[in-house]
């Protein structure tokens, strides 16, 4: 239905292949990385430093997301219990190349 490709001045698009539409779905996903969790320890202090030194919940958001977006290697994690240190899930190898390609 839609092919990715380069456009100059607009980058990465999607390009349909035929008409489509109106209301059809086109493709369908999960989503890649969700990070905003309300609770937990982790997000109360960071919601705590944002208040202090920050406005608003625009910052506390791209706060959590760089946290939730580096991998146990990258936060020196090393073995099977490296992951109980952190308070938040880390994300894989994979999952990141991939949100690094947005």
């Not at 059809?24 to 990070?35: K, S």
Request: glycine share 10%; with cysteine.
């Amino acid at each position: 239905k839609v092919e990715c490709c380069r456009l100059p001045g607009k980058g990465r698009v999607l390009v349909a292949q035929r008409r489509i539409e109106e209301g059809e779905l086109i493709f369908q996903e999960p989503p890649l990385h969700v990070v905003w969790e309300e609770g937990g320890k982790a997000f109360a202090m960071l919601r705590a430093a944002c208040d202090e030194f920050e406005e608003g919940d625009d910052e506390i958001s791209w706060y959590w997301c760089a946290l939730c977006s580096l991998t146990g290697e990258q936060l020196g994690m090393r073995g099977p219990m490296a992951t109980k240190r952190f308070a938040w899930r880390q994300m894989g190898k994979e999952q990141q190349d991939l949100a690094l390609l947005l």
